[in-house]
Each structure stands twice: as C-alpha cells, then as structure tokens.
C-alpha cells in the first residue's frame, strides 16, 4: 500500500525559496547558459529603462572573484515605501517574485522581462547581491544573503547621479559553472547595442588587463548588418532600412544581400533573440518573396536564358545571400515557452507583413538598379536548386543501382539505437582502416574520407549535393541536408566524431567539414551531435629491466611533464619517445586506447555560443576575400599550437 497523503504533506515555498528549489524553471539551467542569465536578467531591466527613454549608459564588470557588477543612469529603483508591502519598493523588487512596474504598461511600454521574476531570482541565486540606487539627489543600498535582505534599505549619502548598481556573486550551492565568459557576454552586451541605437554599453573583464569593448551603434540595425556583411561582398552599398509603426507596433528591419549563398537573419522581440523565429519572422519571409515576385514578374526578369518556362522564385531562393535584421517591439508579447524563443501573437504577422509588403515595393520602384541586382540573384538560386533537385534525385538512384541506402565504404555498428551510436569521420583509407579495427563494432561506426571534401563557403547547393565525400556523409547521417528536408530526428548517430591527423592538412579538412555542419546541418551544431577526436602527438615509453610504462601527450607541454615524471630525458637510454605523424602511424590498439575508447579517449564538443562571431570566422577563413585572411593570420599567429612543420 502507498504511504498516506495528507494535508501535512503539502508543502509551501515562501518567498524566493521555489527560486532555489527549481532554479532551472526559472533561468533555464544550473550550468553556463543559467549562469549568463543572470547577467542578462540584470542588464535586461536596464535596457527597460532605456527604451522608456531614461536611460543611456550601461556599464557592466567582470570582477576577478568571478562577482558582476551592472551600472546603469537610469531612474533608479524606487525606494519609498510599497503600501501594499509595507517595506521599501527596491526591497520588494529584489525579494518577491512577479513584482515590478511592467505589468500595467504605464511606466514601460515595451519590456523584454514581462515575467516580473528577473531581479528577483538573481537574488534568490546568488551567495551575495548588493543594490544601490542613486535617487532624488541621494544614495541608498541594501545587501542580501542568497535572496535574503541583510537590513532595511539605508540612506548613505547624496549624490549627483542617478541609476542603479547590481553587484552579485553566484551561488555555487546553485551552478555547476561559475566562471563568466567574457564572449558570450561580450556578444549579447553587442547585440542590445545594435538593436537600441544611441545607447552604450560597455563590458570590462578585471580578470585579463586590457579585456574590454564599448558597443555604441548611432545606426542601430543598420550598422548591425554591415557587421554581419563586414568581410562579404554586398550586392550594394547600403542596407535597405524600413522603420515603420503599425498600431502599436514599432517594426524596423535593415537587409542587404551579398554574393555569398547562406542567409544571416536575426529576429528580435523587445531585445530578446527569438532564435527560432515567430510570426514576425514569418510575415517578414512571406513578404519578403511576394514583393521580390510582384516585381521580376511586373519588370519581366523572370524568363530564364534557354527556357520557355518562366523561373519559379521560391522563400528559399530569395533567402540565399540575405543578411538581415528584423527587430519588433510588442506591449504585450506571448512567447512559446519559457525561454521566449518563438513569437505566438497572429496579429503582428500581418503587420510585419503589411509594412515590409508596402515599404520595399516603394524602395524598388524607387532603386530599380538594386532591385534587378537582387532579383537577379534570386533567379540564379533558383536555377541552382533546380539543378541541386536533380542532383538528389541521381545520388538517390545510384545508391538503390548499387544495391541500398548506406555508403559502401561505411562499415556501420551493429546496434539500431542512434543514442548508443557513434561516426567517426577518419581522414584517408589508411587511418580509416586502424579505426576499423581498434572500434567497437557494437555502437562505433567509420567513415573513410578521401582528402579534403569540398569547401561548400565557395559553392551553391547544387555543387555541394554533387561532391561525392559530402553526398556519402549525407547518406551516412542520414538527416537530409537543406533547410525543407532536415530531420533531426532521422539521425543515425548520436555523436559525429571528427578524427583528423595533427597536421595542418588535418586542421585544414577539420575547418572544411566544421563549415559544411555550420552552414548546411547547424541543427547538429545546436544540438551538441559534433565532436572532435584529440589523438595524441607523442608516446613516451619508460624502460627498467623487464618492466614497461608508457603515456601519451597531447601537446608539447604535456610531454615534458610526462618525460619529467618518469625521471629521465629525450637521449636517456630508459625513455623512448615516438611523435605521431598521422592517425596512420598508430597501431589499432593504440588509437582505440587513446582517442576511441569512451573510457580513455579525450573529446571536443563542438558548441554555438556566438553564431555572429562563428559566421565571420568561416567567411574569413573560407571565404573569397584573401585580405581578412591575412589579417587574421597576423594577429592569431602567436596562439598557434603544435604547428607541424
């Protein structure tokens, strides 16, 4: 029988307490991405109180206890006495959850925070929080321990300021992670600087002299794009800018097309990066297409050389090459789930719509030079995706001609369960042979690859789908590749292992496979599916008589601390040292010891903590432009590692 349930058994969580209980339901998780929150719980009311048009400055600091500090010159949190609470407003702000001034709409307008709880469970999550608010000519603070006031809320002074101070530090009782990342920090701070033209907002890291940026953007969405375009080729100079009310609805949007073939488009609500879209995003897309049609078809662009049949331009057509920014503000948001990723209000699809449908129609017929540019870009993606069709449909025949669907140089694992499941991406027949033989066949599956594949930066859909190497990792996965086929849940295996020989021709075909992922499957990306194998460079072997000890090294640091360790030195007669040239070097049982086994080997997860800054290396690295290139060499070449001369 069950134990008895009675009304003693129910339990109330009073105050911030539930905060503590379920931290994860309230900022998402106890690791790094929760941690971050914090701050941008805290930086968030600030950029409030910049869209109500009293604030113009945000100062955020990284202390070297790993504590943070947020300054703004705001108003200020009220400090007089809440009637209802009976204590001080900034004392109910910081300690009650659903409490502040954006829920009737009087003193905020727009609010990223709508959910009342930020501050609060900051509070509630941190060892030590400190307030000070500059007032009405006067200072005031109050401190807490893990969300609890240590006194009343005092006056300590006058002041020609105003604005608040948020020092807090994590609570490790909390977070599993508690060292800040200046990036990621660094690309938030950078992004609410964009989106909130005229306001400045600096980031300073105490932990390294000399680590610090202030992100101050009079263009706003406009500068943010000729960002995202900085080392691309712009069809055309200047972005297209839309800035237009409907209703309550301000909607400002900037786009620009380059020569390259992936789109960059960035959708916000309120200041929050609705990372998988909403209606916005779809009244924006569908727009978007209508305009581009209505126009090629009134300008009769649409015949295609060779063809009767006029170009069919699809949403995926006129996405390639589109490097946009779509920001709206909205009173009332209803987001799809806690972590506010998705926009649900129907009404704002009709006015993203309508706006964007009227004001490009006008920016054609006014720049028709432009809008051919464009156009013409479209129909070229069209043509392409045509011809990458047809590549589907051949690569789909010749695997049912030569007898199924699996790649005939996979030799696959034996379980069906994708979980389990691992690919190894083996650079050349010969590594790929030592992997096949040290693997588990159980859960390890190998994929041989014949060199470099292609580098897909330079190339369109249709000539990607014609590479042989990528069409066998496609098939291998098994996912589909484009935006309207991917299907993460057909995937085979749940880890994709990069294995690479040390050497710069291993680093270059790691890059090239790492850019295919990041702009034709970023879902395995997202979801954590990519790794890296870390095979060692060096056995080192200590001999005593009979008896034989060996370790490997990663690096050149390492090495010395394991040749240190056994007592001798390179020329000793009891130490054997072997450098690893290739994965092809190394005998089965040793590549499966040190970089197979689950239990031994060293692994790389390939996480997004900044898609911005990841688009832009890829397009230096990958891209056309020879200049940045160089540049980047330059100023990276010092923390280059184990270069293989």
Same mark, same amino acid.
């Not at 900022?27 to 805290?42: D, F, P």
């Not at 204590?87 to 009737?104: C, I, N, R």
């Not at 095979?535 to 090495?559: Q, S, V």
């Not at 397009?619 to 020879?626: A, Q, S």
């Given at each position: #029988?069950?134990?008895a ?7 109330? !969580? ?10 994860? #339901? ?8 929760g941690?971050?929150?914090l ?5 968030? @009311? ?13 100062n955020?600091?990284i202390?070297q ?5 947020? /300054?703004? @010159?705001?108003?200020?949190?009220p ?14 702000? #910081?300690? $009650? ?16 925070? !709508? ?19 500059h007032?009405?000519g006067?200072?005031?603070?109050q ?9 009343d809320? &005092? ?7 105003r604005?608040?101070?948020?020092s807090f !530090? ?6 599993t ?14 992004? !609410? ?11 300073k890291?105490e ?9 101050l953007?009079?263009?706003?969405? +406009? ?7 900085? @080392? ?26 380059n ?11 309120n200041?929050? @990066? ?11 897309r569908t ?16 015949k ?5 049949k006029?170009?069919a ?9 589109l490097?946009?920014v779509?920001?709206v ?9 806690q ?6 209000n129907?009404e704002?699809?009709g006015?993203?719509?309508s706006?964007? =449908?009227?004001?490009l ?14 156009v013409?870009?479209?129909i ?7 011809a990458?069709?047809?590549? &589907? ?32 991406l ?10 096949k %033989?040290?693997?588990?066949?159980t859960? +390890? ?24 190497e ?15 086929e991917? &299907? ?27 850019t ?8 395995l990306?997202?979801n954590?599916? /990519?790794?890296?194998a870390?095979?060692p460079?060096f056995?080192?072997? &200590? ?7 060996h370790k490997y090294?990663?690096d ?6 394991i ?12 130490? %054997? ?5 290739g994965?092809?070097? $190394? =005998?089965?049982?040793q590549?499966a010891?040190?970089? $197979? ?9 390939v996480t ?11 397009t /230096?690295? $990958?891209?056309?432009?020879v ?16 270069l293989?001369?």
């Amino acid at each position: #029988m069950t134990e008895a349930y009675n009304a003693e058994d129910i339990k109330v !969580l009073k105050g911030l307490a539930a905060v503590r209980k379920r931290p994860a #339901m309230y900022i998402g998780s106890t690791s790094t991405a929760g941690l971050h929150q914090l701050v941008y719980e805290v930086v968030d @009311n600030s950029v409030d109180e910049a869209l109500a048009g009293f604030c113009t400055e945000i100062n955020v600091f990284i202390h070297q206890n790993n504590s943070i500090t947020v /300054i703004d @010159n705001g108003r200020g949190i009220p400090v007089e006495t809440h009637q209802a609470e009976g204590k001080s407003a900034l004392e109910v702000v #910081m300690t $009650m959850l659903h409490a502040g001034g954006k829920f009737e709409g009087k003193l905020y307008k727009v609010s990223g925070g !709508l959910h009342g709880v930020g501050v609060s469970c900051v509070n509630a999550l941190s060892s030590w929080l400190k307030a000070t608010v500059h007032r009405n000519g006067e200072t005031y603070n109050q401190s807490y321990q893990r969300g609890v006031p240590d006194g009343d809320v &005092k006056k300590i002074g006058t002041s020609k300021k105003r604005g608040a101070e948020i020092s807090f !530090l994590p609570d490790t009782e909390i977070f599993t992670e508690t060292v800040f990342h200046y990036d990621i920090l660094a690309q938030r701070l950078r992004e !609410l600087a964009y989106l909130n033209a005229g306001l400045k907002i600096t980031l300073k890291d105490e932990r390294e002299e000399g680590r610090d940026h202030e992100y101050l953007f009079p263009g706003g969405v +406009q500068s943010f794009v000729k960002f995202l375009n900085e @080392n691309k080729t712009p069809l055309y100079p200047k972005p297209i800018y839309i800035n237009k009310t409907e209703g309550d609805v301000p909607v400002e949007i900037a786009i620009q097309y380059n020569e390259a073939y992936q789109e960059i488009l960035f959708s916000f609500v309120n200041n929050i @990066n609705t990372v998988d879209g909403g209606t916005h995003l779809v009244g924006f897309r569908t727009a978007l297409t209508r305009t581009i049609n209505n126009y090629a078809s009134k300008s009769n662009l649409l015949k295609s050389k060779g063809k009767t049949k006029d170009v069919a331009i699809t949403g995926e057509d006129v996405r390639e090459g589109l490097t946009g920014v779509i920001s709206v503000k909205v009173r009332d948001p209803q987001f799809e789930g806690q972590t506010k990723h998705k926009l649900g209000n129907s009404e704002v699809r009709g006015i993203v719509e309508s706006i964007v =449908n009227e004001e490009l129609s006008t920016y054609f017929e006014e720049n028709p030079p432009i809008a051919r540019k464009i156009v013409d870009k479209c129909i070229q993606s069209a043509v392409a995706r045509d011809a990458a069709r047809r590549a &589907k449909q051949l690569a789909r025949r010749k695997s049912i001609l030569e007898g199924g669907g699996l790649p005939g140089k996979l030799a696959d694992c034996s379980s069906k369960d994708p979980a389990m499941c691992e690919i190894f991406l083996v650079e050349g027949d010969s590594a790929g042979g030592s992997a096949k %033989s040290g693997r588990d066949r159980t859960f +390890q599956a190998i994929l041989p690859l014949k060199g470099k594949i292609l580098n897909i930066e330079k190339a369109r859909l249709d000539k990607v789908l014609a590479n042989e190497e990528i069409q066998t990792i496609v098939t291998a996965i098994g996912t589909g590749i484009s935006e309207e086929e991917f &299907k993460l849940e057909e995937l085979r295996y749940s880890k994709i292992i990069i294995m690479t020989d040390a050497d710069v021709d291993g680093s270059h075909i790691r890059t090239l496979l790492l850019t295919f992922f990041f702009r034709h499957m970023p879902k395995l990306v997202e979801n954590g599916n /990519i790794y890296i194998a870390r095979p060692p460079l060096f056995r080192i072997e &200590k001999k005593k008589g009979k008896n034989r000890t060996h370790k490997y090294a990663f690096d050149e640091t390492e090495k010395d601390r394991i040749i240190k360790e056994f007592g001798g030195n390179a020329e000793g007669d009891e130490l %054997s040292i072997q450098r690893y040239k290739g994965l092809g070097e $190394m =005998n089965p049982d040793q590549l499966a010891e040190t970089t $197979m086994n689950p239990e031994k080997r060293s692994m790389l997860q390939v996480t997004l903590e900044d898609v911005v800054e990841a688009d832009r290396i890829f397009t /230096i690295l $990958m891209g056309d432009d020879v200049e940045p290139r160089k540049k980047f060499i330059e100023e990276n070449a010092a923390n280059v590692k184990n270069l293989d001369i």
